[in-house]
């Protein structure tokens, strides 16, 4: 009997270093990348947005001087997603700030331009999305550090796309200035990228 209780003494201890093991090494971890990934002030040497040939949900050629001239929201996401990028498209909807709202996706095989247009009537007709050959979004997932994973469900035949649920502040010179990740509201997009775009005028 002593031996079977020391026995479940030693795995409950093995069990609660464990558990503080994966929290410090994966919880916090998380964490730290989250706070890296949020940027409230104005980035200075930031990626530039590579040329691209793609198509908008209209199915008029777009290239990258569609970042050209003006500021840009820009966020990366497709029309299947069930909770981050609906989320995060209605907080666009509401963002009053001088800037265009741009849609790439990550899943070309299923967002065809009609798709996209179909989606993004559900947040604004101002909405620009767009969609393209997989090679092409490459670069520009790329280019951003986007990272793209396609999970299969062998159960339904059908599969789910992970993404990075970043909005990205570009310049109107195509260049990334800002980002910030986990946005909680259209207030939280605006109190910091207003502050961004007037600062970067300034130089």
């Excluded at 966020?75 to 790439?104: A, K, R």
């Excluded at 909005?167 to 980002?179: A, D, E, N, V």
Aim: glycine share 6%.
């Amino acid at each position: 009997m002593k031996r079977k209780l020391y026995i479940l003494s030693v795995l409950s201890l093995l069990f609660s270093l464990t558990a503080v093991f994966l929290y410090k090494n994966l919880y916090q971890s998380s964490n730290d990348f989250e706070q890296k990934n949020s940027i409230t002030g104005l980035l200075e040497g930031g990626p530039t947005i590579p040329p691209f040939v793609l198509v908008n949900q209209s199915g008029e050629t777009i290239d990258e001087s569609l970042f050209n001239d003006k500021y840009s929201l820009l966020f990366f996401g497709f029309t299947f997603c069930p909770d981050i990028c609906p989320i995060t498209l209605s907080y666009l909807t509401s963002v009053n700030i001088e800037s265009q709202t741009v849609f790439i996706t990550v899943d070309p095989s299923r967002d065809t331009p009609s798709k996209i247009h179909e989606y993004l009537q559900n947040f604004s007709a101002n909405f620009i999305g767009l969609t393209g050959e997989e090679s092409v979004l490459l670069r520009l997932w790329s280019s951003l550090g986007i990272s793209v994973h396609t999970i299969s469900d062998p159960d339904t035949g059908s599969y789910n796309v992970t993404h990075n649920g970043i909005i990205f502040l570009i310049s109107p010179s195509r260049q990334m200035i800002g980002l910030i990740k986990n946005v909680s509201s259209s207030s939280e997009i605006e109190a910091i990228f207003d502050p961004i775009i007037n600062q970067h005028k300034e130089i």
